[in-house]
């Protein structure tokens, strides 16, 4: 089956254990995702992931390394789209930390409109993962 794979990165001035429990955390995960998020964040864990506009994912955790990795697959409930493997890596650096996602289409169908709409959709996340970090520093500090 041929693969589509996206990989997008930021860096974000919050530490590890901070990304980690955004990452993590299913209501936080939930913020940023802008999503109702149900996830059970160990291998072989599954949950759901409930958009703002209805559409439903199924979640399968592969991988877990707490403040380092976390590799999980999803796929749309309705089998509308494509199967994906979601790989978010965390890196230590001077002013915070790095997290790099690699989404992997895994289907016929992952074109290059999938392809670039799943990049998209990547960058805005982020954006939003940055604001979820800094409501918790502001609410924390």
């Known amino acids: 089956m041929p693969e589509t794979r996206i990989t997008r990165s930021v860096e974000l001035e919050a530490g590890a254990d901070d990304v980690w429990r955004a990452l993590t955390e299913p209501d936080l995960l939930g913020d940023w995702l802008d999503s109702v998020v149900?996830?059970?964040?160990?291998p072989?864990?599954?949950g759901t992931i409930v958009d703002a506009d209805g559409g439903v994912r199924r979640a399968r955790v592969d991988e877990v390394q707490p403040?380092?990795?976390l590799a999980l697959r999803w796929w749309p409930e309705d089998g509308g789209g494509p199967e994906s493997t979601v790989e978010l890596e965390l890196e230590q650096t001077e002013h915070g930390t790095r997290v790099v996602v690699?989404?992997?289409l895994v289907e016929a169908a992952a074109g290059a409109a999938t392809a670039?709409?799943?990049s998209f959709r990547w960058g805005v996340r982020f954006l939003l993962l940055g604001c979820c970090l800094l409501r918790a520093t502001v609410a924390c500090g």
Do not use: F, I, K, W
């Open 102 to 104: 690699t989404e992997t």
């Open 44 to 46: 072989g864990g599954e």
């Open 116 to 118: 670039s709409a799943a």
């Open 67 to 69: 403040a380092r990795r």
């Open 38 to 42: 149900e996830l059970d964040v160990r």
